[in-house]
Nanobody
Framework: QVQLQESGPGLVKPSQTLSLTCTVS??????????WSWIRQPPGKGLEWIGY???????YYSPSLKSRTSISRDTSKNQFTLQLSSVTPEDTAVYYC??????????????WGQGTQVTVSS
């Protein structure tokens, strides 16, 4: 059974960088062919895909967030990390990490973290 757990600060000030880590257990983040994703849900809105880091280490980001997003991994800890720079209150959301079996956006998610609330406020 694969389990994902998000961790990181729940409050970030505007213009700062949001940093969240997803710790994976029960499966390796280097196993073919999985895509380790970050997804968020702003209050009152639908899910928004942010990006993923693939089993190979390659990354792919949402075009609308690409200029502010970086996803990296630590294979020794079986973790992957989201960094979102220059945050504004519009980045307030519940952030989820998830595993997908397809590189296609919005397809094939089989395991999710419980989600973590991040609020951007001074």
């Amino acid at each position: 059974q694969v389990q994902l757990q998000e961790s990181g600060p729940g409050l970030v000030k505007p213009s700062q960088t949001l940093s969240l880590t997803c710790t994976v257990s029960g499966g390796s983040i280097t196993t073919n062919y999985y895509y380790w994703s970050w997804i968020r849900q702003p209050p009152g809105k639908g899910l928004e895909w942010i990006g993923y880091i693939a089993y190979s280490g390659s990354t792919y980001y949402s075009p609308s967030l690409k200029s502010r997003t970086s996803i990296s991994r630590d294979t020794s800890k079986n973790q992957f990390t989201l960094q979102l720079s220059s945050v504004t209150p519009e980045d307030t959301a519940v952030y989820y990490c998830a595993r997908a079996s397809s590189p296609r956006v919005g397809v094939g998610y089989d395991y999710w973290g419980q989600g973590t609330q991040v609020t951007v406020s001074s």
